[in-house]
């Protein structure tokens, strides 16, 4: 920029010195102009550094400050660019722009001077805005001269994929406790007290009315001179399972702060507390069908597993799930390819209307034509790369199949889902089919035994368009489960606030209007016996878990 303001003065200069006869000004411009070429010319074979490949780009992330290095979605982490100079001269890097997943802010562009022969190492800060698998797929380097009159930009494609957990939520002890004790008996690290002759010994108390004689613990009775019996207590394992609504009416709202999110934090937290607790945990992911899916159990391998499912609901790409023509998908993977790999996969020359090559030719929406075969290909090629021949997919890199009827288009989706392209989550459903969405949920929930507790994060949205399905399912459910939960997001905390009159007036009319999608499936869970209540990141989960009870209005 600064070149083309000197070079437009030079001009400037000469036009006018030449209009008005004046040789000292046509002499400064034709000073400046000789000046500006020299310059240049010093500066060009900088672009022949480049088209050698005279310098190289890499990059890392060091573990992050939570538990076990992790990285947390809010929690700066920093970024290491390292910068090698080949060639032999002085490379002067003005700015580094990275391209990232949407779900990555970088406000910095570091820049660095490097010396030939010789290595630079900078760092910048990268604040994840959501949890998710991130991928950073390149930087783009502003090269310049001394003077920043010249420079010439050059991107280099270098993806990694980044694993953002959870935000971190406190929880005391255990939020949810089964109705009359577990279902499932095991060691476990909390204590419920029980009626029985079985367990151990807790406390010896005086004698109530309504105990029975056979808790009275004669020799304290005879020593201390009144009755006494003995209270018992029992180890146990609770099986939890968090069903998580992962639709379209759970991802409104800014980045990294949609109900989803909150959904998400709340498992995690949920996971945590129970494993903590040697308890057993499951999830079921469901939109119009289960999305994901983790039978329950415990460990901290399994609370790894429980939020890599947390975090693929967030990469969703299959064709019932997301808003995208055939057409949309194959020009979006071709320009990634064409940027980040080089590679064309358009089709230059249309060929003719019986040639069966017709059959693998996809148009774009601007008409644009594109080989769909060659697209499918060289995604199964990359895929391979990633994955390795024997399929097994390293940290961060997931390789669950995804759901398209056409196989041609099936690599391309699943390219999406390994390199960050993000596709838009549909944004609406057939009518009846969430009903049949929360069947299918609740089919898997009971798969696997009856769970003690079951806790419903949804925002109940089209629950009620199919009630007599929907009625059978929560029957189900209740009767398997010894309790179950449901924490709607309340739509006064996930509408964006307001700073004018007219703003809030709009923002109340939002609110009222989500609040009576959520009322149809909330009568119909709580008519047959399910608590619900609305949740807000501000609030506690132990006290919106712990205290249940009606729904409370809000907004």
């Known amino acids: 920029m600064r070149g083309k303001l000197v070079l437009a003065t030079a001009l400037l200069f000469l036009i006018v010195g030449a209009l008005h ?29 480049l088209r050698r490949k005279k310098i190289e780009l890499s990059w890392w992330v060091p573990p992050g400050d939570q538990p076990g290095g992790a990285l947390a979605a809010d929690r700066p982490f920093l970024l290491h660019l390292a910068f090698r100079n080949h060639g032999s001269r002085k490379l002067r890097i003005l700015s580094s722009d990275i391209l990232s997943a949407s779900g990555l ?175 057993r945990i499951g999830l079921v992911g469901f939109d119009t069908r289960a999305v994901v899916e983790l039978a329950p159990d415990t460990g901290h391998h399994h609370y790894l597993q429980l939020v890599d499912k947390l975090l693929d609901t967030r990469s969703i790409v299959d ?71 024997d399929g097994k997919a390293g940290i961060g890199v997931k390789q669950a199949p995804v759901v398209e009827l056409d196989k041609q288009l099936a690599p391309l989706r699943q390219f999406c889902r390994l390199r960050g392209i993000e596709l838009p989550y549909r944004t609406s459903w057939d009518h009846g089919t969430r009903a049949l969405g929360l069947t299918r949920a609740v089919e898997r ?42 924490i709607v997001p309340s739509p006064a905390a996930f509408v964006q606030a307001a700073t004018t009159t007219h703003g809030r007036r709009v923002r109340e009319l939002v609110v009222r209007d989500q609040l009576s999608t959520i009322e149809p499936g909330r009568r119909l869970l709580v008519r047959h016996g399910i608590s619900v209540v609305l949740g807000s990141p501000h609030d506690s989960l132990d006290r919106l878990i712990g205290g249940g009870g009606r729904m409370r209005r809000a907004g």
């Open 105 to 279: 802010s970088i406000d910095e562009h570091p820049s660095a001077t490097v010396k030939r022969g010789q290595q630079v190492e900078v760092v910048t800060t990268v604040k994840p805005l959501a949890a998710g698998y991130q991928v950073l797929h390149g930087a783009a380097l502003t090269f310049g001269d001394v003077l920043a009159l010249f420079d010439i930009e050059a991107y280099f494609p270098n993806p990694i994929a980044v694993k953002v957990f959870p935000r971190t939520m406190a929880l005391r002890g255990q939020p949810v406790r089964a109705v009359g004790g577990a279902l499932h008996e095991q060691v476990g690290l909390h204590h419920v007290r029980r009626r029985g002759l079985s367990g151990e010994l807790r406390e010896l108390r005086e004698h109530s009315h309504g105990d029975p004689f056979k808790f009275i613990a004669w020799k304290a009775t005879a020593r201390r001179g009144q009755l006494m019996v003995r209270d018992l207590e029992n180890e146990i394992v609770t099986t939890h399972v968090v069903m998580l609504d992962v639709g379209t009416g759970m991802r409104g709202g800014p980045l990294g702060k949609t109900p989803l999110d909150w959904g998400c934090d709340s498992a995690s937290a949920l996971a945590k507390s129970a494993i903590n607790n040697s308890d």
């Open 319 to 389: 064709e019932d799930l997301t808003d995208v023509t055939a057409g949309e998908l194959v020009a979006l993977v071709a320009r990634y390819l064409a940027h980040q790999e080089a590679i064309d996969v358009r089709v230059k020359l249309a060929p003719p209307l019986d040639d069966p090559r017709w059959t693998s030719i996809q148009a774009g929406p601007d008409g644009q034509l594109y080989d769909v075969a060659a697209t499918g290909r060289l995604c199964r090629r990359l895929i391979e790369m990633m994955l390795g021949r």
């Open 445 to 486: 929930v009971v798969a696997h035994g009856r769970p003690d507790v079951v806790v419903l994060l949804s925002d109940l949205g089209g629950f009620a368009e199919d009630e007599s399905r929907a009625i059978k399912a929560i029957a189900r459910l209740r009767k398997a489960a010894g309790r179950v939960i449901a």
């Open 21 to 49: 006869g004046s040789p000292p000004l046509v002499g400064l411009a034709g000073t400046i102009l000789t000046v500006l070429l020299a310059l240049y010319l010093g500066f060009y074979p900088t672009a022949i550094l």
